[in-house]
């Protein structure tokens, strides 16, 4: 109803991660970032890094050479199709297109021969940071309210203004009714719904066989509360619990708690259908803020004040609880409300349950090397 309808609001800036935080670092700990360069150099980000990181030669890469760059390669051209405006990247963006895309070793040559890599430190002069992950959830909805399709996604009401004051909490949004008639789809788990709010966008399959995929449109405007550190509190759940599988198990036992859990987070995320040619193919990833479709394990969300989005980084850190390394190519087209700092970076792990479970858990330390234009 319009005459309950506090003074209008604006969304904060939200590309595909709102985050970019991961389950465990944003619901747990709540927004984590990295080191957060105080003094930044002036101009553009390719002159930051060039006036703060360190250049360094290809052997210092661990695992340089180890690595399969294919994939990296494809997310890469599509960085050129925005980067070849760009006096420093026109060159070696022309030049890649006559790079064979399945000659592992002419991309590597490629990479050697026109880029120089520098190691990015932290304002303290540090080079390790925290790397978290993220990923495009899988929904099931209807575009009509029935049988278990009964947790509405919401747009952003039309009649709400984009100013920047504060809108009302999750719980007096869901108490009023204002909502009521702002429905885009009706999707079967209430806990899906919520983590798909901090991942920003996903895919819902309908009932119809077709597959609608949604994105950030704006917010309450209201801080971010972790409902799974509040069970942790409350020792309903453990810290390994508190990933979606996890929250989610433990809804099935407390239905009725379900509701008074998502009010813990006042934060209210609206979302948009994309259509036509935003919708994209099955097969293409969510666009990050570059404006290009993100790939599987290859795209990173970075602080854009530090890393030139769509340059190439290669990245060092391991799998997710795990010692394992975790050492390849990467291309930064993405950006997140968390992710702050120099040696800062949220991985893309792709879409549907295996990716969410690595994203729920990565959490670890890493080393970054932005590869610039020589």
């Known amino acids: 109803m319009l005459s309950s309808v506090p003074r209008p609001f604006v969304p904060s800036r939200r590309v595909l991660p709102l985050l970019a935080c991961l389950f465990f670092a944003l619901l747990v700990a709540g927004c984590s970032s990295g080191p957060v360069m105080t003094t930044s150099p002036s101009g553009s980000p390719e002159a930051r890094v060039e006036q703060t990181a360190r250049k360094t030669n290809w052997g210092h890469l661990p695992g340089w050479s180890r690595d399969q760059p294919m994939a990296a390669w494809s997310a890469f051209r599509e960085s050129c199709t925005r980067l070849k405006r760009k006096a420093a990247w026109k060159g070696v963006c022309h030049d890649a297109q006559s790079v064979d895309p399945l000659n592992a070793q002419a991309i590597q040559n490629f990479f050697e021969s026109r880029f120089t890599p520098y190691r990015v430190t932290n304002s303290d002069g540090s080079a ?164 290009v479709p993100l790939t599987s394990e290859r795209s990173i969300a970075v602080d854009p004040d530090e890393i030139p989005l769509g340059a190439p980084v290669f990245l060092s850190t391991t799998q997710p609880l795990s010692n394992q390394p975790l050492q390849r190519l990467m291309v930064a087209q993405d950006t997140g409300s968390a992710v702050k700092g120099a040696v800062r970076a949220d991985f893309y792990w792709g879409h549907g349950d295996a990716a969410g479970e690595a994203a729920s858990r990565m959490k670890q330390k890493g080393e970054m090397w932005v590869l610039m234009p020589k």
């Open 128 to 291: 390790t940071g925290l790397i978290t992950g993220y990923y495009e959830p899988i929904l099931r909805g209807s575009r009509v309210r029935g049988g278990p399709y009964q947790t509405p996604l919401y747009q952003y009401p039309k009649y709400w203004k984009r100013h920047t004051h504060v809108g009302p909490t999750r719980a007096e949004l869901m108490r009023s009714g204002d909502l009521d008639g702002t429905e885009l789809v009706w999707v079967d788990d209430p806990v899906e719904a919520a983590y798909l709010q901090i991942q920003g966008s996903g895919r819902v399959e309908m009932t119809d066989g077709t597959t609608m995929r949604v994105a950030y449109a704006g917010t309450n405007n209201q801080p971010f509360q972790s409902f799974a550190r509040r069970l942790i509190d409350r020792g309903e759940i453990t810290p390994a619990e508190a990933t979606l599988p996890g929250v989610r198990d433990w809804a099935r036992r407390h239905p009725g708690q379900v509701e008074d859990m998502l009010n813990v987070n006042p934060r209210m995320v609206f979302f948009r259908e994309l259509k036509g040619s935003e919708a994209l193919a099955d097969t293409s990833g969510p666009v990050g803020a570059l404006g």
